[in-house]
């Protein structure tokens, strides 16, 4: 099964929709979490990436964000982000689902992102609810090790989901709206281990619809996919769109 195939399978089963994961950003230069050179094989998640880590020692959990949060700004989208956003335009892709918080889906033009982890787009005060844009925390993290709120001076928490935290309601129910409308839910660059989300394919099979899967290495539902390309995110997704971009997208079925 190749590009082609899966540009069929978008035209035939309409609306679609992406789900994403970190292996979409990985050809940005962005390590994911789980392969042997991911971020979790040299740091503990319960020790930097926890709710209560950061309650505990909110300091010690900026020593790990401090450099990442510089990394994913200086990020550039990759091929696959592109296509994403290119597909959308082309009007075969409704949404994208991502787990990812690094905000390369919108800088790549993908107008509907749903954003179930977070993001790094702001960071919130845990003590006095003042929320300090991206650009503001990167200007204090110019001067501090980690930074402190301009009101009341305790230290900032990412607005992204934590461990032991949870999702933001309104994203992750538009998530399983998304994924229930889907015909076809086009998961790229996850091993759909986490929950709620690795759950979306499922909402999408329960409802009639079918699951494709581009994914360097095994996920969770390989078995339960109509199609599977183990490959790389943005080769293939850039072969995806240049069959596609000579064809004529059907008109999606919501919009009948
Ligand atoms: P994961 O790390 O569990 O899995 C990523 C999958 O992508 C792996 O199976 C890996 O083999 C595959 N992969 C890596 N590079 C690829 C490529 N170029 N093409 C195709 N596949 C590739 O990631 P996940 O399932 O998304 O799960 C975890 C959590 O990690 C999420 O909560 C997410 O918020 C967080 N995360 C986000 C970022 C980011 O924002 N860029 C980075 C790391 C982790």
């Given at each position: 099964?190749?590009?082609?195939?899966?540009?069929?399978?978008?035209?035939?089963?309409?609306?679609?929709?992406?789900?994403?994961?970190?292996?979409?950003?990985?050809?940005?230069?962005?390590?994911?979490?789980?392969?042997?050179?991911?971020?979790?094989?040299?740091?503990?998640?319960?020790?930097?990436?926890?709710?209560?880590?950061?309650?505990?020692?909110?300091?010690?959990?900026?020593?790990?964000?401090?450099?990442?949060v510089?990394?994913l700004?200086?990020?550039?989208?990759?091929?696959?982000?592109?296509?994403?956003?290119?597909?959308?335009?082309?009007?075969?892709?409704?949404?994208?689902?991502?787990?990812?918080i690094?905000?390369?889906?919108?800088?790549?033009?993908?107008?509907?992102?749903?954003?179930?982890?977070?993001s790094i787009r702001?960071?919130?005060?845990?003590?006095?609810?003042?929320?300090?844009?991206l650009?503001?925390?990167?200007?204090?993290?110019?001067?501090?090790?980690?930074?402190?709120?301009?009101?009341?001076?305790?230290?900032?928490?990412?607005?992204?989901?934590?461990?032991?935290?949870?999702?933001?309601?309104?994203?992750?129910?538009?998530?399983?709206?998304?994924?229930?409308?889907?015909?076809?839910?086009?998961?790229?660059?996850?091993?759909?281990?986490?929950?709620?989300?690795?759950?979306?394919?499922?909402?999408?099979?329960?409802?009639?619809?079918?699951?494709?899967?581009?994914?360097?290495?095994?996920?969770?539902?390989?078995?339960?996919?109509?199609?599977?390309?183990?490959?790389?995110?943005?080769?293939?997704?850039?072969?995806?769109?240049?069959?596609?971009?000579?064809?004529?997208?059907?008109?999606?079925?919501?919009?009948?």
């Amino acid at each position: 099964m190749g590009a082609r195939e899966l540009a069929e399978l978008i035209l035939e089963r309409q609306p679609c929709v992406a789900l994403t994961g970190a292996g979409v950003s990985t050809e940005s230069g962005i390590p994911d979490f789980r392969s042997p050179t991911g971020i979790w094989a040299r740091f503990d998640p319960l020790e930097y990436g926890s709710i209560e880590a950061f309650r505990a020692d909110p300091r010690k959990v900026w020593s790990f964000y401090k450099p990442r949060v510089a990394m994913l700004a200086e990020a550039e989208p990759n091929q696959a982000h592109l296509t994403l956003a290119e597909l959308e335009q082309l009007g075969v892709l409704e949404a994208v689902v991502t787990q990812n918080i690094d905000l390369l889906h919108e800088r790549a033009g993908s107008r509907e992102v749903v954003e179930v982890h977070g993001s790094i787009r702001s960071s919130t005060c845990p003590g006095c609810g003042e929320r300090v844009a991206l650009a503001d925390v990167l200007e204090l993290l110019r001067e501090a090790d980690a930074p402190a709120c301009p009101d009341c001076g305790e230290i900032l928490k990412p607005d992204v989901v934590f461990f032991g935290e949870l999702l933001p309601p309104s994203a992750i129910d538009r998530a399983f709206e998304l994924a229930r409308r889907a015909r076809l839910l086009l998961v790229v660059g996850s091993a759909l281990e986490v929950h709620p989300v690795a759950g979306l394919p499922l909402e999408t099979i329960a409802a009639g619809g079918d699951l494709a899967i581009v994914n360097r290495g095994p996920t969770a539902l390989n078995d339960r996919a109509a199609l599977r390309i183990d490959g790389s995110a943005g080769e293939v997704l850039a072969g995806v769109a240049e069959a596609l971009r000579g064809e004529q997208p059907q008109q999606p079925e919501h919009a009948r």
